[in-house]
């Protein structure tokens, strides 16, 4: 097996209008050992239970357990592998270490470790799966599991964003209102969902990604295709480190998702990270099917536009 390859990178800002934007961003740039895991769905829809608490619009289910401990899980599918929090598995024995950077590029050494059996509900049994161990006990979702894109993608997603609604199918045909929805192709590489997005003369790749709280995070170089004199500065926040900071944000009218799915109204931020984001705030009054087999996302607008707050 040739080396493994992983950069993770961390984001978290508080403003007045984003109260945490978080995502993880991971490239791997070599073969990687987090692939081939098994999951088996015994029906062929099956609804999933959300926390009942206010997660600001994440997906967090409350009904996953590892070797019978209950524990909560964040859906993130701007994470391309499933990392555990490494306070509440101490006891699982690391396979391997990796190599680890953080958000300025900071190297250190993670464990993976090896999960024999996941279960979500009674229905749903994942096996096989390598996770990274690392902290979570530090940012404000508390779950004890990210599920990132290495499990994902072995289902197809239904998830309801204004009723807190997910479901889980085995092919998007188990979905009888799909066509209600409006079709984005998407590609799928380093395990990442992005989408194509335009506004006027700007045309970027995206990536989607449900552990993000915001509607569009662009990196500080791109607001040279922007209209200078509407960029405004606003107080951010590093949950991490703790530090205060100054961003950029701009309120744009209008963007396009592959030239088939606008969004009016949309609030942009611009971070210190060199990704394009599109995070959960935009979809707050939407429902989506992730069909991975295909690399189609269905999206359904149950207004034709989201505010900028």
Known sequence: MGKECIKIYFMQKRTKEVFLLFFFFIFLSCKTIFDGVNVSLKEDIIPLSLSSEKNDNWVIL????????????????????????????????????????DFNNNKSKREVVKIKKLKIGKNIVIKNINAVKINLKKYKE?????????????????????????????????????????????????????????????????????????????????TIYFNKSMLLKTNSYNNYSGNKYKILKIELREIDLA?????????????????????????????????????????????????GK
């Open 259 to 307: 030239n088939n799915v606008k969004f009016n109204d949309v609030l942009a931020t611009f971070g210190v990270g060199f990704s394009r984001i599109l995070g959960v705030d935009l979809l707050q009054e939407s429902k989506i099917i992730i069909d991975y087999m295909n690399n189609n996302l269905y999206i359904f607008q149950y207004q034709n536009s989201v505010q």
């Open 62 to 101: 409350n009904n996953i357990s590892i070797e019978g401990r209950k524990i909560r899980g964040l859906i993130d599918t701007g994470s391309n592998l499933t990392m555990i929090d490494s306070t509440f598995f101490k006891e699982i024995i690391p396979m391997k270490y990796i190599n680890f950077y």
């Open 142 to 222: 508390k779950v004890n599991i990210i599920i990132g894109n290495n499990i994902l993608k072995k289902m197809v997603w239904f998830i309801d964003f204004k009723t807190s609604e997910v479901r889980v199918g085995k092919t998007v045909k188990d979905f009888k209102s799909i066509n209600e929805y409006k079709k984005i192709k998407f590609n799928f590489s380093s395990n990442l969902i992005k989408l194509d997005v335009k506004h006027n003369q700007y045309y970027k790749k995206i990536i989607f990604d449900t552990g993000s709280k915001s509607q569009i995070n662009l990196p500080i170089r791109d």
